[in-house]
């Protein structure tokens, strides 16, 4: 592009931000995002001024989730998270359920999309019944979340136990740069070089996060 030349003007398209709240108790906050801020530094020019709009889930009850399957199994397991209960349970198992039949859509399965936010979400007990209600509705599918659940739990050991052992080895070379250890020694006492160690950093970062 030419630096003389200027872009051609566009307009902007409008950018709405929006606050689902499904909490316990109704939503008694301002909607100001910069009422967020702690008040001595709510007058700061830095500070973003605008208003969400609020849509309060909070009194929503099970049968009054409205929209496509993806759009109310989205909001039932969003739910689900403060309402543990077997209601919940029962619609976003129903919904599962006819989920589980659909095709992929854009190459992502949202059956499993849902189900992990699931078992990230939810304690021990509830997971437990949420397999239960699965398996009496549909048997295959109460297995399939309970093994998968197990595979989740052991990925987390697996990634517990990598952010360990990088951590401890990311501690010992920093310990050998303070006291000023160059490279090529690093390197034969760690194995890794400086290259690798920018990776190992990214890496336990990742596993952090």
Do not use: C
């Not at 409205?66 to 739910?79: A, N």
């Not at 859509?105 to 699965?134: A, C, H, K, M």
């Not at 250890?181 to 034969?188: H, T, V």
Request: proline share 6%; hydrophobic share 40%.
């Amino acid at each position: 592009m030419n630096l003389n030349e200027q872009p051609e003007p566009s307009t902007l398209r409008p950018i709405v931000p929006l606050v689902l709240y499904q909490g316990q108790s109704r939503w008694t906050y301002s909607t100001e995002f910069a009422d967020l801020f702690a008040e001595p530094v709510r007058d700061w020019l830095g500070i973003p001024r605008f208003s969400h709009e609020l849509v309060d889930q909070s009194q929503l009850q099970p049968d009054e989730i409205e929209g496509e399957l993806k759009v109310r199994v989205m909001q039932l397991v969003m739910l689900a998270a403060y309402h543990p209960e077997r209601p919940w349970m029962e619609l976003a198992g129903t919904l599962l359920r006819t989920l589980r039949t659909l095709p992929p859509s854009g190459g992502t399965n949202y059956f499993y999309v849902f189900v992990d936010y699931i078992l990230r979400t939810q304690e021990p007990e509830t997971i437990e019944l949420f397999g239960e209600v699965l398996r009496r509705g549909a048997p295959e599918i109460g297995d399939e979340l309970m093994t998968y659940a197990e595979q989740i739990e052991e990925l987390g050991e697996a990634r517990g136990e990598e952010r360990g052992r990088l951590k401890t080895q990311v501690e010992i070379i920093e310990n050998l740069l303070r006291l000023g250890e160059d490279w090529s020694r690093i390197e034969a006492i760690a194995g890794v070089t400086a290259s690798e160690f920018d990776a190992l950093k990214q890496r336990l970062g990742e596993l952090s996060a």
